[in-house]
């Protein structure tokens, strides 16, 4: 469910790098003033722990197929919030540079949705309220379990919600939503009973490590003013996106309805969504020449040969792209070559 | 079990290819990172139907592969191995929107099966470039840039604990996975609980080795502050690099290249 950078647009993917790097300097600062520097060494080696426990599968009983452990739960509860969301930021960076899970641009919406949500929405308002301040084996198995499930709910919705605004994949939203949201169930179930069950696994033998973050004590104190100013944040930047796109969504839904009516003007669609992401984009005002801006044009000057001259231009952009991407090549070649030669001497 | 073998070979091998000493190792990591982020913005914000106007940003990953002698074939497999999140949500595009938008003789295409090329080409050009970046830079310059540029320091450094000890811990949980595969008979044992104990014990092993890491540091006089002893330089060099390869990112989002030498061949022959 990491989201790629193929699928975002650049409004979209900058407005939520934009919060995720906000919450990254607030927790680090957070976790700076933090009296206990132990943190430092744990919540490195903790996202390593994380990286690698993901990398050994268990068969989930009755499907034949296998599982693994997401992350920010378990974060949560030995770290707290804030050092969990830098934690899992830090996962979700190495796997974007080094495997090209989720791109550079994604992984604010990677951070923020596989972050924020578990972190700051279900570890303190789920997890933390059923386990309580005396927790018990049963209380840590529902929480956790409740708590994992709901954050990746979240996060999936996240996801859509990303895709929708960016306007790249043309899933409908109740479509996207109804795919999206039960996938997730079953993985946030499976995922929740395994950290159920590595939790209860350390709560049986070092009880005191999870004890730290539940108790009230400094280190684990989370202040509900904090929480409550973060998510009021999260509300504006929300309110924000979705006001900037509340003008220019009917455009999108018009141009839904003059597609299922197959009407044959070329240029409306094209308008409807070059109009829609000029406005998301805000950068880009300039507008390359697209077939159906050629199209329209010709269509004004001689209407009937509209589809020869579109298929001109695709001709054309057929082997122009072909002829640069040769050229590409060559120049690679060409400079290994080069490189080459000179590395021999 | 192979799985876990191939990613502690994968991160092994990325590590090397970052340690070798080319031109574009040379490049100051912030250079790279700077036009790498340039790179994908550019990309990403061309239209859904575009195809033709993103294949001259080819050049800058075939560039930066053939100066950093990177493996290609190499680099595009890990490309295809995350590409299936991309084809699952990119794939409804040809099913939903069925308008035809380009005729080639008796061959006509849908506006779905475009956007959903240019989907791919993007990924492939964005998920390329970053790996790139990684393969010619090296994690540890990635994060020092990163802290250089604004990044918080507690983060920077967490970004490099992390790393230190990605290879130790896989390195541990491969040998647990062994030892569960080579004990699991008919796939018993394989099961969440086993595996729950797996990690438990994984877990309390990683936070004593945590403890212990502490303890060390305290002792090398640690305070709550990490400073790190490496200095980066950019001269002219990386300004020529940074400004060049963005200044041909920008002129290619508003001039069509390949359209324009496309319509002068056919134009000339017709």
Redesign the interface.
């Known amino acids: 469910?990491?989201m790629?950078?193929?699928?975002?647009?650049?409004a979209v993917?900058?407005t939520v790098w934009a919060a995720s790097a906000g919450l990254?300097?607030y927790c680090?600062?957070k976790?700076?003033d933090d009296v206990d520097?132990?943190i430092?060494?744990?919540?490195?080696?903790?996202?390593?722990?994380i990286?690698?426990?993901q990398?050994?599968?268990?068969?989930?009983?009755g499907t034949g197929s296998s599982g693994h452990?997401g992350g920010a739960m378990?974060l949560s509860v030995?770290l707290g919030p804030y050092a969990a969301f830098?934690?899992m930021?830090?996962?979700l960076?190495?796997q974007?540079?080094?495997?090209?899970?989720g791109?550079?641009?994604a992984l604010g919406c990677n951070i923020f949705n596989l972050g924020f949500f578990p972190c700051f929405i279900a570890y303190p308002f789920i997890y933390k309220k059923i386990a309580g301040e005396k927790p018990s084996q049963n209380r840590i198995l529902i929480g956790t379990l409740a708590a994992s499930i709901l954050g990746l709910q979240m996060g999936a919705f996240g996801v859509v919600l990303e895709?929708l605004f960016s306007?790249?994949?043309?899933?409908?939203f109740g479509?996207f939503v109804l795919m999206m949201q039960p996938i997730h169930l079953a993985i946030g179930i499976v995922e929740g009973?395994?950290t159920a069950?590595?939790i209860?696994?350390?709560w049986k033998?070092?009880p005191e490590?999870i004890q730290k973050t539940t108790s009230p004590a400094p280190s684990g104190n989370f202040s509900l003013k904090y929480v409550l100013t973060a998510l009021l944040a999260a509300a504006v930047i929300t309110g924000g996106i979705l006001s900037w796109f509340a003008s220019s969504h009917p455009d999108g839904l018009e141009w839904a309805v003059f597609?299922t009516t197959g009407s044959e003007e070329?240029e409306t669609?094209?308008h409807g969504?070059?109009s829609l992401?000029t406005k998301i984009?805000g950068?880009?005002a300039?507008?390359?020449?697209?077939?159906?801006k050629t199209s329209k044009n010709s269509d004004i000057k001689k209407p009937e040969p509209a589809?020869i001259i579109?298929?001109?231009?695709?001709?054309?952009?057929?082997?122009?792209?072909a002829?640069?991407?040769v050229?590409?090549?060559f120049?690679?070649?060409?400079?290994?070559k080069r490189?080459?030669t000179r590395?021999h001497l | 079990m192979s799985r876990i073998k191939t990613a502690f070979l994968d991160l092994g091998h990325m590590d090397t290819l970052s340690g070798r000493d080319t031109f574009a190792h040379r490049i100051d990591p912030r250079a790279k990172l700077l036009t790498t982020l340039i790179f994908i913005i550019t990309v990403i914000s061309f239209g859904k139907y575009e195809i033709s106007a993103l294949i001259p940003f080819f050049i800058f990953p075939a560039v930066m592969i053939s100066l950093g002698e990177l493996p290609v074939y190499y680099l595009f497999r890990k490309i295809l191995i995350v590409i299936p999140f991309a084809v699952m949500i990119g794939i409804f595009n040809p099913l939903i929107d069925r308008e035809i938008l380009m005729r080639l003789g008796p061959f006509s295409l849908s506006g779905g099966w475009i956007s959903f090329c240019s989907i791919m080409i993007k990924f492939t050009l964005t998920a390329g470039s970053v790996l790139v970046l990684i393969a010619c830079t090296g994690f540890n310059s990635v994060c020092m840039a990163l802290e250089k540029m604004g990044a918080p320091r507690v983060f920077a450094v967490q970004l490099l604990f992390l790393y230190r000890y990605i290879f130790v811990l896989i390195d541990e949980a491969s040998r647990m996975a062994n030892a569960r595969s080579l004990r699991s008979f008919d796939g018993k044992g394989k099961g969440i609980k086993v595996f729950g104990y797996l990690l438990g014990h994984l877990l309390l092993r990683t936070i004593d080795r945590a403890q212990r890491i502490h303890l060390a540091m305290l002792c090398r006089g640690f305070d709550g502050e990490i400073r790190v002893n490496r200095r980066l330089e950019a001269g002219i060099r990386e300004v020529i690099f940074t400004i060049a390869w963005s200044a041909f990112f920008i002129a290619m989002r508003f001039y069509n290249i390949p359209l324009i030498a496309g319509k002068l061949i056919t134009e000339s022959i017709l």
């Open positions: 469910m990491h790629a950078d193929a699928l975002i647009s650049p993917g900058g990254i300097a680090s600062k976790v700076r520097d132990r430092i060494p744990l919540m490195g080696v903790a996202g390593a722990f990286f690698a426990a990398m050994i599968n268990f068969t989930i009983p452990l378990i030995l830098l934690t930021a830090s996962v960076t190495v974007a540079l080094f495997f090209a899970d791109g550079l641009l895709t306007g790249i994949s043309e899933l409908p479509t009973m395994v069950a590595v209860s696994f350390v033998s070092r490590l597609h070329l669609p094209g969504v070059y992401l984009q950068k880009t300039f507008l390359p020449d697209y077939n159906f589809s579109d298929s001109g231009t695709s001709v054309s952009g057929l082997v122009g792209g002829l640069v991407l050229l590409a090549a120049i690679g070649f060409a400079l290994k490189s080459g590395s």
